[in-house]
């Protein structure tokens, strides 16, 4: 091709691009949108005014930051809750040798923990927690990209990293409970709460959930009618009923349904109930995985003479799971936002503890400023979290092929 | 190559290789893990209320309930029995959901729209409401709106009014009562009047349009007759009058009342499912595809013609499964109403429970009663789905 017969190339004219084309494309096309724009415009400057103002002079934030600590971890012993830093940097180490490893969405997910380790360390400063613990955060967000630049060598293979995660609940579950006689002594789950016991019950809750969620889908497809309908009658039951009626049955009826010697604490009340609810949840995922395989991959395996379980476990369900990975993070986000729930069965998680700091004499009438901070924790986690699956369905090819 | 050989003798599969002794077994297997399980479970709980010594039945729901419900539709005192408590607790949140329901899918919608607005700025505020209210939990929500908004009103002395006949304060939210009057009646005749302009040139429209001279807009100057005919005979009957909430010496009387605990429910869950229902709306208006929008204008079809016509029957199709699932949420989510102390059904049955000491049988009601709404609410949405899906070729 030639530039000849091309003639002299013209700058745009002005109408069409520029901060001015594009005001008068989006903003104010014709008389009506036009009035539409200054309406809204002066009603969210108002609003915006209105509410800067209020969180600039009027609301007292010290409420949070003096409470800082009930907020994050609840009753959790201040003495000990150099475990729960310990155990973030672990996760954080993890994180960014994956992100090294692996590259793509992985490395979202990185920055996202990292950020957030910033955002919290930035908080403590500003609260009488003191100077070490926001250290602590700033040196656990360093930590992701020291370990990201050791995971991008390749000296870490993926498969002891993939079993690392596997064992990181069981150790990280140890770290927080403790074991009487080590230097981790024991601390009961009754003094677990805020921000802490809010991760732990959507994390357990998703996690655990998972195998008996792929059960029950397999269940639900399964040809035997016996297994089917009773497959999907617990799944149809479950999703038919609010959770707070599941984490009632689970607080007071349960203890009634096991042997007198089980004596299961609140928390894992309320987890076994969070994982009976989201397991249906997960199953109908899964399902949608499940249909989402192609009939002739069973045909093949089939005839490759491999048996139905040989089918499921080495040809169905991995290409499966990898399809519903996005939607489960879909699920755990809602689950995270679904533990607020267990305030009401008493559990002092995030929100239960807000009401429990409420109730104290010197936060009184902080209504406004403990809930909007609650939700604006849960806000950037969620938000963060949505994002990250986002970019992972676009990572993982999910609905495009 | 030819094969004139006999098949070889089958033979005779054992019966543990037998595909379909194997599928019998496997369920007699399953029947009898749950069964085993259930049993155990059984068993327990037979000993727990035991040495407990509480039975298990419903002949409480015929004793006298003896704790009284803060609102209730229907006439309810203490003396009533527990079976009349808990249909007070069904009625209430039947209520709050029929009425959330109704008004978040019409904020949906809006919100649905405003999306996909020419407008940027409209677009940005409805996508910023969307995340927010869709990344934070719900129970958090209606804290703030309860115990942080309609607590903190003012005391009714100092209520806030607009326009001298919507009154906020910390005993709830006052608005002028409709009550229908003596002119209501006649008034109907206006309705009756309008409607039969309305059937007449519908009529004649579609009578032209066979002939093939089509009158355009007829069809709209039908509705502006029944609208003016309507307003007319509003005008000058006055067919309801709204009764204005009036301060009494302690609280509004008079109008329509709403308490603190139901506005401030039916506001988070309006608020809440709005956001989701607006994610509904604008996927299903966004899948119609550009080429059937094209083919409209093709066709010579007005823009409010080509979205009546040719955009909403097909995005409706796609909306209805979805939006039928953020109902049964709403329904379900109105359970959160025990955090504010609305005397929903899920409140009603857990203080049965406390009182009575059978907290099985009356979670059990509870829960199949939830059960049986969502059941309700998919059939009647399926009916609804499958009539506009009919078109479908």
Same mark, same amino acid.
């Given at each position: 091709? &030639? ?21 008068? =494309? ?52 201040? +003495? ?25 969405? !992985? ?45 991008? /060598? ?8 993939? @079993? ?10 140890? $770290? ?45 497809? #399964? ?27 689970? +607080? ?72 519903? @990975? ?6 755990? @986000?809602?689950?995270?936002? +679904? ?17 429990a700091i409420l109730a104290q004499p010197d936060s009184f009438g902080a209504q406004m400023e403990v809930y909007v901070f609650i939700a604006a924790v849960f806000f950037i986690l969620c938000y963060a979290m949505s994002q990250a699956s986002y970019r992972l369905e676009r990572a993982l090819g999910v609905g495009t092929r | 190559m030819t094969l004139n050989v006999d098949p070889p003798p089958v033979a005779a599969v054992p019966p543990w290789r037998d595909v379909r002794v194997l599928r019998i ?15 155990? $479970? ?8 035991? =040495? ?15 704790? +009284? ?31 959330? @329901? ?14 996909? #607005? ?8 409805? &996508? ?127 109008? $329509? ?50 979205? /009546? ?14 939006? !039928?699932?953020?109902? $049964? ?57 499958? /009539? ?6």
């Amino acid at each position: 091709m &030639s530039g000849q017969g091309m003639g002299e190339t013209l700058p745009p004219p002005r109408d069409v691009i520029g901060p001015a084309a594009w005001l008068r =494309e989006n903003l104010f096309s014709g008389w009506v949108n036009s009035v539409v724009t200054l309406l809204t415009g002066a009603a969210i400057i108002w609003l915006i005014v209105t509410i800067g103002a209020w969180a600039v002079s009027e609301a007292r934030w010290t409420v949070v930051t003096n409470n800082l600590r009930l907020f994050l971890i609840g009753q959790y012993p201040a +003495d000990q809750a150099w475990r729960i830093l310990l155990n973030l940097g672990l996760i954080s180490v993890l994180a960014g040798l994956s992100a090294g490893a692996w590259g793509g969405a !992985t490395r979202a997910m990185a920055v996202t923990l990292s950020a957030l380790q910033l955002m919290l360390a930035a908080l403590v400063v500003a609260s009488p927690l003191g100077i070490i613990p926001a250290g602590v955060l700033v040196l656990n967000a360093a930590l992701v990209w020291v370990a990201f630049g050791f995971g991008l /060598r390749g000296w870490i293979p993926r498969r002891p990293l993939l @079993i690392a995660w596997v064992l990181s609940l069981p150790v990280s579950f140890l $770290l927080i409970s403790g074991v009487a006689g080590t230097p981790f002594p024991s601390v009961s789950s009754n003094v677990w709460g805020g921000l802490l016991l809010t991760v732990l019950l959507a994390t357990v809750g998703i996690l655990l959930s998972f195998p008996f969620g792929v059960l029950l889908a397999l269940g639900r497809r #399964s040809q035997l009618p016996v297994v089917s309908i009773m497959s999907t009658g617990y799944i149809e039951i479950i999703r038919g009923v609010p959770l707070v009626t599941i984490l009632f049955m689970a +607080d007071i009826i349960l203890p009634l349904f096991l042997p007198g010697e089980w004596r299961l604490d609140r928390v894992a009340r309320a987890m076994g109930g969070i994982t009976l609810f989201s397991a249906a949840y997960v199953a109908e995922n899964v399902r949608g995985g499940l249909q989402a395989i192609p009939s002739g991959q069973i045909e093949a395996s089939q005839a490759l003479g491999l048996s139905g379980a040989q089918t499921n476990i080495h040809i169905v369900l991995p290409q499966a799971l990898r399809a519903v @990975i996005p939607a489960n993070v879909g699920l755990f @986000i809602s689950l995270l936002k +679904d533990t607020t729930l267990v305030t009401i069965i008493g559990l002092l998680e995030l929100l239960g503890i807000s009401r429990a700091i409420l109730a104290q004499p010197d936060s009184f009438g902080a209504q406004m400023e403990v809930y909007v901070f609650i939700a604006a924790v849960f806000f950037i986690l969620c938000y963060a979290m949505s994002q990250a699956s986002y970019r992972l369905e676009r990572a993982l090819g999910v609905g495009t092929r | 190559m030819t094969l004139n050989v006999d098949p070889p003798p089958v033979a005779a599969v054992p019966p543990w290789r037998d595909v379909r002794v194997l599928r019998i077994a496997a369920q007699v297997v399953a029947v009898i893990a749950v069964g085993l399980l259930v049993a155990f $479970l059984a068993r327990n709980f037979a000993t727990a209320l035991s =040495e407990r010594g509480l039975g298990f039945g419903f002949g409480f729901l015929g004793r006298s309930a003896g704790f +009284d419900i803060s609102e209730s539709p229907i006439p309810y005192s203490p003396a009533d029995t527990y079976g009349t408590a808990f249909l007070v607790g069904l009625l209430n949140t039947l209520f709050v959901s029929f009425i959330g @329901i109704i008004l978040a899918t019409v904020l949906g919608i809006v919100v649905g729209v405003a999306r996909l #607005s020419p407008n940027w700025l409209v677009r940005r505020i409805a &996508s910023s409401y969307v995340e927010v209210i869709r990344n934070t939990p719900l129970l958090v929500q209606l804290f703030i709106i309860y115990f942080a908004v309609f607590l903190q009103l003012p005391a009714v002395a100092q209520s806030i009014s607009f326009a001298g006949s919507v009154f906020l304060n910390q005993r709830g939210v006052f608005v002028p009562g409709p009550q229908l009057t003596a002119g209501f009646t006649p008034w109907l005749a206006f309705v009756a009047l309008g409607i039969g302009v309305l059937v007449a040139a519908r009529a004649v429209a579609r009578h032209r349009e066979d002939t093939e001279r089509p009158i355009r807009g007829l069809t709209a100057l039908g509705w502006l007759g029944l609208l003016t005919v309507v307003t007319i005979g509003w005008v000058l009957i006055g067919p309801v009058a709204f009764e204005l909430p009036v301060r009494a010496r302690f609280n509004f009387v008079g109008g $329509l009342g709403l308490s603190p605990e139901f506005a401030a429910l039916l506001t988070g869950l309006v608020l809440y499912t709005a956001a989701f229902i607006g994610e509904v709306v604008r996927g299903g208006i966004q899948a119609v595809r550009r080429g059937q929008v094209e083919a409209a204008r093709a066709l010579g079809l007005s823009e409010g013609e080509t979205l /009546r016509l040719v955009v909403f029957p097909q995005a409706l199709r796609i909306i209805v499964p979805p939006l !039928t699932s953020q109902y $049964l949420n709403l329904a379900k989510n109105s359970s959160l109403a025990i955090a504010i102390g609305y005397p929903d059904l899920f409140k009603v049955g857990q203080t049965m429970a406390n009182q009575t000491g059978q907290p099985l049988p009356v979670i059990l009601m509870v829960m199949s009663t939830y059960l049986a709404i969502s059941l309700v609410t998919s059939l009647l949405m399926n009916i609804y789905n499958r /009539r506009i899906q009919v078109l479908e070729r």
